[in-house]
């Protein structure tokens, strides 16, 4: 099984060997360290006893297990049906990472090949939406992108504080609004400043808003909308921050937020708390949603190209 995706490989291009084995390093134990509770749940389950796949009771121990791990019912029952169909299972740890990474795996690449690419980034307040925007944009610049972010949430007047302290730390330049202006009219404006600069990427931040909040999740909308109006094929990534720690909601988030303004990936935040990232397999399985990103801590090069058979093996093998 492959071990860890690279930023190289996400972005299309080239790396030196040397390169991809210091990102494949320390990543995995990390990871592991990471993926607290759903790690325990499933191990746990899995550790106790051998697994007789005649014994009706230790089928429905492992399908709870996989469901206190937020795996969600769904994915969890084809898992299961995918388990039974196998012949013989000599080690149900090992047989269910290799189900979960074939599950989960989706073809994952970052279209930033535009000569301008929008990056929209959207989601439920507090997730790590203007953080991962800071580790994003300095990734990038590391990757020799010239990077504007936008600052398009206006309600808070230290949002734009916020996001402007990362635009620094990570080498990017930095539009703004008034606050309580409109936020499309931000994203307007460093559209058109991205374009006499000569830049490469626009990341567009946005408020926190509640997948349930019909007037805030239409402002979005327009959001999108004037993006797409002013620059062609525009955005090209439209990336919804999920928080692990909650859980199961992470996946009604996704939902709402998808049929609003066409999400095309999934960046999981706060998996290194005692975060149950088995919310990233319902995602993926019933959403059909790539989960492109994992954030790792609230330092600068703490994001990371999510790796399906990495993720699944953490998961499940702890
Ligand atoms: N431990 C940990 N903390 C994170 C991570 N990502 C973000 N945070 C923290 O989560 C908190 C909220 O992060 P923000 O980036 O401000 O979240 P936001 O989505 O922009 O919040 P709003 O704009 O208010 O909706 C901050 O304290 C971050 O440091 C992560 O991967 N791990
Ligand atoms: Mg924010």
Not at 233 to 236: W, Y
Not at 243 to 248: E, F, M, V
Not at 271 to 278: I, N, P, V
């Given at each position: 099984m492959r071990v860890s995706r690279t930023w190289s490989e996400l972005l299309g291009e080239a790396e030196s060997p040397a390169e991809a084995e210091e990102e494949r390093r320390g990543f995995f134990s990390r990871l592991r360290d990471s993926l607290g509770k759903s790690r325990k749940a499933l191990v746990g389950q899995i550790a106790a006893a051998a697994f007789d796949p005649g014994d009706e009771q230790a089928w429905e121990r492992l399908e709870e297990a996989l469901i206190a791990g937020d795996v969600g019912v769904r994915a969890t029952a084809e898992l299961v049906r995918r388990l039974e169909e196998r012949v013989e299972i000599i080690d149900l740890g090992q047989a269910l990472a290799e189900e979960i990474a074939l599950m989960i795996d989706r073809p994952v690449s970052f279209d930033l090949s535009a000569q301008l690419s929008v990056i929209l980034v959207v989601g439920v307040n507090g997730t790590g939406k203007t953080t991962t925007i800071g580790k994003l944009a300095r990734v990038l610049h590391q990757h020799g992108r010239s990077v504007l972010v936008a600052a398009a949430d206006t309600y808070r007047a230290a949002a734009e504080e916020q996001l402007q302290i990362w635009a620094e730390r990570a080498s990017a330049d930095f539009v703004g609004g008034e606050k309580g202006g409109d936020p499309a009219a931000v994203a307007f404006d460093a559209i058109e400043a991205a374009t006499a600069r000569g830049s490469d990427v626009v990341i567009v931040d946005t408020a926190g808003r509640l997948h349930t909040q019909i007037n805030l999740m239409e402002e979005l909308v327009k959001v999108r909308r004037v993006i797409a109006a002013k620059l062609e094929?525009?955005?090209?990534e439209t990336l919804l921050v999920i928080?692990?720690?909650?859980?199961?909601n992470g996946l009604q988030q996704a939902r709402l937020f998808a049929e609003a303004v066409g999400v095309t990936g999934v960046v999981l935040t706060k998996?290194?708390?005692?975060?149950?990232?088995?919310v990233a397999v319902a995602i993926a399985y019933e959403l059909d949603l790539p989960v492109k990103l994992i954030g790792?801590?609230?330092?600068?090069?703490?994001l990371r190209p999510f790796d399906p058979g990495d993720f699944a093996q953490a998961l499940v093998r702890g």
């Open positions: 094929g525009a955005p090209q928080d692990a720690t909650t859980g199961q998996l290194d708390g005692s975060a149950k990232g088995g790792l801590g609230e330092q600068l090069d703490d």
